[in-house]
């Protein structure tokens, strides 16, 4: 079995690229640390030291937003203003503007130009960095077309080589519904129940009835509701007796441009209800009509009965021949149901027992991160040493013994000798990677074999295939694409086991005899031509097992 790779039987010898940068707050911390250690300084020295070049880096400049909500109609167009203070030029700073989190792009601007592989699906083709203010630090994002998904909250997010601000701004997305409509909708409490409705808002609107002087008038009742396109409609309704006023209006407004839709409607006096004599004369004839409709009724039954006697018999004898037959399929019925009962518990029994197994690994959860000696030169970790990916470029970094070269490959930082541990990793929708534990012993250079004999115990995906990497290969079934793996490590009883933590299901256990140091085993995957390659991250494990907490 080969190293993970394109072709499945060796490493790549070489990797083109260089390193990312590194941002300056953390060369500092490197240089100070360097620093402190050969240094005959006192301590105190080099943290004021410290102190007063952090306060330098960090009093570059400041983000300046408007005060104010920013305010757009759905389907047209948004500005939202952002620049720096004192004015400053930004062409070579990095511009970001995100949602939620840092890495919701909405709009990249970075080494002197716009930036689309990060920007979230949902604003492909619908935003615009303004740049002619760039020179004085004034860099506003427009969104075209604009949608109710785009109400909230924004970042405007500066970042130069030493130092980085934000500024927080909102947009309220407004829609004007349809014309009001008035309707009469039938009598209720001796008066005319009169609707009024109107469609397609954002927000949520107010509406009011008023009469022709425009003082405010009750309503019998008021409904507002979100139609599937996150639009709100309202109806609202009163009732309009003969001796109130009919003449009157119904207004829907937008609370947020204050901008409102208004009809007027006059009831007329011939549509409130009267009793007349001659409704009355009707209703009395109306009522011999049906006693004498019933006494016909009453006859026609009688007659109708003695022809249903002859018919039951018939019917008896029917039912008496097909008794027999709906007995047998009856029976039939019941002992297919009694087998697909027996497989559903079965299943169940089933399902239940490997929710136990995940939830038992869960309870031995330890802290994982990942060991930098180790990681090839093109892998990228985050600060936390949570993360992994396959960067663009090589970094220059020292080929000591334990870095693995060529192989892609970084270990985690802890060893066990001993001992029940489990940890997760976020996978997601990533197209290649491996994970398991290895010898701490194996080697680091040249081609590297995951198999158990070469001291890997390992799972992965390539080319759209899962497999355990035995000797040979076994095919792993998965029905659900697991976006988050867990990893259970029982030293003594020489197993290393894999889960699916998003449906809970066992995916392979590895049985062997362990000696010496155990080591987690990362693989991210290489890079798809012109993409950069998503992270694996480590997931904390929550207290009481069972849960994700992946972010």
């Given amino acids: 079995m080969g190293a993970p790779c394109r072709d499945r ?17 953390r060369r500092i911390f490197s240089f100070f640390h360097s620093f402190t250690v050969s240094s005959s300084l006192p301590g105190y020295v080099v943290f004021f030291i410290a102190l007063h070049i952090h306060d330098l880096a960090s009093a570059q400049f400041t983000v300046t937003g408007p005060g104010h909500p920013i305010t757009a109609s759905l389907g047209g167009e948004a500005v939202l203003p952002c620049h720096l203070s004192p004015r400053m030029s930004a062409e070579n700073m990095e511009v970001r503007w995100f949602r939620f989190q840092y890495h919701s792009v909405v709009h990249l601007y970075q080494e002197g130009q716009d930036q689309y592989e990060e920007q979230m699906l949902e604003y492909y083709g619908r935003t615009e960095l303004l740049k002619d203010g760039i020179t004085n630090g004034s860099v506003s994002l427009r969104i075209h077309h604009v949608q109710l998904s785009d109400h909230g909250q924004y970042t405007c997010f500066f970042q130069t080589s030493i130092s980085y601000e934000e500024a927080i701004l909102e947009l309220m997305v407004s829609a004007m519904g349809s014309d009001t409509h008035i309707s009469v909708d039938g009598h209720q409490d001796g008066g005319i129940r009169v609707v009024c409705r ?33 639009l709100f409609q309202t109806q609202i309704s009163i009732v309009i007796t003969e001796d109130s006023n009919q003449n009157l209006s119904c207004s829907v407004r937008n609370p947020l441009v204050n901008q409102e839709k208004i009809s007027t409607v006059f009831i007329a006096e011939l549509f409130f209800p009267r009793v007349s004599p001659w409704l009355v004369t009707l209703g009395v004839i109306l009522a011999l009509l049906a006693l004498l409709i019933a006494l016909a009724s009453y006859c026609f039954w009688r007659q109708h009965r003695a022809k249903e006697m002859l018919r039951s018999d018939l019917e008896r004898q029917k039912e008496t021949l097909q008794s027999d037959l709906e007995r047998q399929k009856e029976m039939l019925r019941s002992d297919l149901a009694r087998q697909k009962e027996e497989h559903h518990e079965e299943k169940g029994k ?24 180790t990681a090839h030169p093109k892998l990228v970790l ?3 040493r949570k ?20 192989c892609p490959c970084v270990l985690g930082a802890e060893g066990f000798t001993g001992g029940r541990r489990y940890w997760e990793v976020e996978v997601g929708d990533k197209p290649e990677w491996a994970l398991g534990v290895c010898r701490e012993s194996v080697s680091r250079k040249g081609q590297v074999t995951l198999t158990p004999e070469d001291g890997y115990w390992a799972v992965w995906l390539c080319d759209g295939e899962y497999e355990a990497l035995t000797s040979p290969s076994t095919p792993l ?17 020489g197993e290393v086991s894999f889960y699916n933590v998003t449906d809970r299901s066992h995916l392979f256990t590895f049985t062997d005899t362990f000696s010496g140091t155990l ?4 693989y991210p995957g290489v890079n798809a ?8 991250i480590i997931c904390p494990v929550p207290a009481q097992a069972g849960g994700n907490l992946c972010p």
Avoid: C
Avoid at 201 to 229: C, F, M, V, Y
Avoid at 387 to 406: A, H, I, M, S, T
Avoid at 477 to 493: K, M, N, T
């Fill in 9 to 25: 039987n060796s490493w790549a010898a070489s990797f083109q690229g260089a390193a990312e940068q590194v941002i300056m707050k």
């Fill in 198 to 230: 109107s469609a397609g808002w954002h927000p949520e609107p107010e509406a009011q009835w008023r009469d022709h002087h425009g003082q405010l008038l009750p309503s019998a009742s008021e409904k507002i509701s979100k139609d599937t396109n996150g």
């Fill in 350 to 373: 089933l399902f239940t027992e490997l929710g136990l197994e995940l939830r038992r690994a869960q309870l031995y959860a330890v802290d994982v991160t990942l060991d930098p000696d």
């Fill in 382 to 384: 985050s600060e936390d």
């Fill in 387 to 406: 993360r992994v990916r396959l960067g663009d470029k090589r970094q220059d970094l020292p080929n000591n013994p334990e870095r693995f070269d060529p």
């Fill in 477 to 493: 079934p998965v029905s659900v694409r697991p976006s988050q793996v867990g990893i259970f490590l029982d030293y003594e009883a």
């Fill in 519 to 522: 080591r987690p085993y990362f």
């Fill in 529 to 536: 031509a012109g993409t950069k390659a998503a992270p694996l």
